[in-house]
């Protein structure tokens, strides 16, 4: 948990920048007929944003989308500290998906948050609490945006220009109820053991969360026997051999997410 100091209010030539006043500024000047669509994923930034559109007196309605392998305590968290957020449930499973893909999920192919994060609010105006600061990728966002997938679905990232002690700031001053997951020392929450935060993230999930950790390996063993099934290669034996890989630990294969040759994913990754 980051602390910040006097943030939210910045001292410029121009005069004093209130950070709060402007994200309500423009969560007013955008808001549709038929209110927002409010992307909630428990994270601090996320329960920042649903604050936010609250004091903005905005109508909206918020979801929260299940993944399957979400973290126990975030369900938990979402479930008795905000009771208005609807639970959205997948048509799949992670599980489901990691074999119907016959490949585990990458850095670079994220077929999971297609299926368990993104297929919400079309035809809405979602709001988010995406931020610059949060990766490269993430810089080059726009504060308002058109999906790249749903021509309808429209974005609004009103703290997209905060810092991470902006956040801080704001949950403290006002009394933001956050996932306790934080004091724990987890800097990002979201799918367990997501390939996006790197191996230590991985390795620290897997640990955190080993039951979850247990069903990735029984996936990936589906995984390989649907492989084997459909005629496809693999070089792995086992569930067990691929979470090695999968994690880091197997030095063998030394794998550019790019190609991803070893189970020759790039042909048919995309095959449903």
Known sequence: MIEGKNML???????????????????????????????????????????LVKRAGVKFDAHYNLTTVDPPELVRFVRNEYPEVENQLPTKTMWQLIVEKRMPPT?????????????????RTVVTGIRHQESVKRSKRKMT?????????????????????????????????????????????????????????????????PKIAKLYEIAFQRMIDKRRADGLKTQWETGTEVMQWWIGFDHCHKEDDRQISIFGFMADESIT
């Open 145 to 209: 945006e058109t999906c790249s997938q749903h021509a309808t679905k429209q974005y609004l990232h009103p703290i997209i220009n905060w810092s991470e002690f902006d956040v801080w700031e704001y949950i403290h001053k006002y009394n933001v109820a956050y996932s306790s997951l934080y004091d724990e020392g987890f800097k990002r929450l979201g799918c367990v053991m997501c390939p996006y935060g790197g191996k230590d993230h991985m390795i620290k999930e897997m640990k955190r969360w």
């Open 9 to 51: 209010v910045e001292n410029t030539l121009f005069g004093n920048v209130d950070k709060v006043k402007i994200a309500i500024a423009r969560l007013k000047l955008h808001e549709p007929p038929d209110g927002y669509y409010v992307a909630f994923s428990g994270g601090k930034d996320s329960c920042v944003i649903l604050d």
């Open 107 to 123: 850095r670079l192919v994220r077929y999971c948050c297609q299926y368990l994060k993104e297929q919400g609010g079309i035809g």
